[in-house]
């Protein structure tokens, strides 16, 4: 990990994020991520989308996996959802949440930012996706990051 990755982790709270993810998961079957990277050498969604496909989140039982991408030395950041999400919530909703985020990076508040943004979405997973009895966590809940 470079030391550029390590300053940035400096600024986070893993701990608090990484409960974040709990308390969506607890209350929804929903699975959320988060991956980070010092830099994005291509468009963000299109990198976006390969990490979700590394890390396999389109392999959840719904198809309801979120994943927060965050290339922190380019200032860029993505949030994408699955097909199970997408027919479910309309662009605006993925806009409001960008929005957010921005604000919070912005103000260099990426712990609260993230967690915020993490407890937004869970809001509106628990609506399509709630809990069931037995639900098993299907992805990691901590922090990924890129080699970038």
């Given at each position: 990990?470079?030391s550029?990755m390590k300053?940035?982790?400096n600024h986070?709270d893993?701990?608090?994020?990484?409960?974040?993810?709990g308390a969506?998961e607890s209350?929804?079957t929903a699975?959320?991520?988060?991956?980070?990277?010092?830099?994005c050498p291509e468009d963000?969604?299109d990198?976006?989308?390969?990490v979700f496909?590394?890390l396999?989140?389109?392999?959840?039982r719904?198809?309801?996996g979120?994943l927060?991408?965050?290339?922190?030395?380019?200032?860029?950041?993505?949030?994408i959802g699955?097909?199970?999400i997408n027919a479910?919530?309309?662009k605006?909703?993925?806009?409001h949440?960008?929005q957010l985020?921005?604000e919070?990076?912005?103000?260099?508040?990426?712990?609260?930012g993230?967690?915020?943004?993490i407890?937004?979405l869970?809001?509106?997973?628990?609506?399509?996706?709630?809990?069931?009895?037995?639900?098993t966590n299907?992805?990691?809940d901590?922090?990924?990051?890129?080699?970038?």
């Open positions: 990990m470079t550029g300053s940035f982790q986070l893993e701990e608090k994020i990484v409960a974040a993810i969506v209350n929804a699975e959320v991520r988060v991956h980070i990277e010092k830099k963000v969604m990198r976006a989308v390969k496909a590394n396999h989140m389109h392999q959840t719904y198809r309801n979120v927060l991408y965050i290339a922190y030395e380019d200032h860029k950041f993505a949030i699955d097909a199970g479910r919530v309309g605006d909703f993925w806009q949440q960008k985020l921005s919070h990076f912005q103000k260099a508040d990426y712990t609260q993230i967690c915020k943004c407890s937004m869970g809001a509106e997973l628990m609506k399509y996706f709630p809990y069931e009895s037995g639900d299907e992805l990691p901590d922090i990924s990051y890129g080699d970038r």
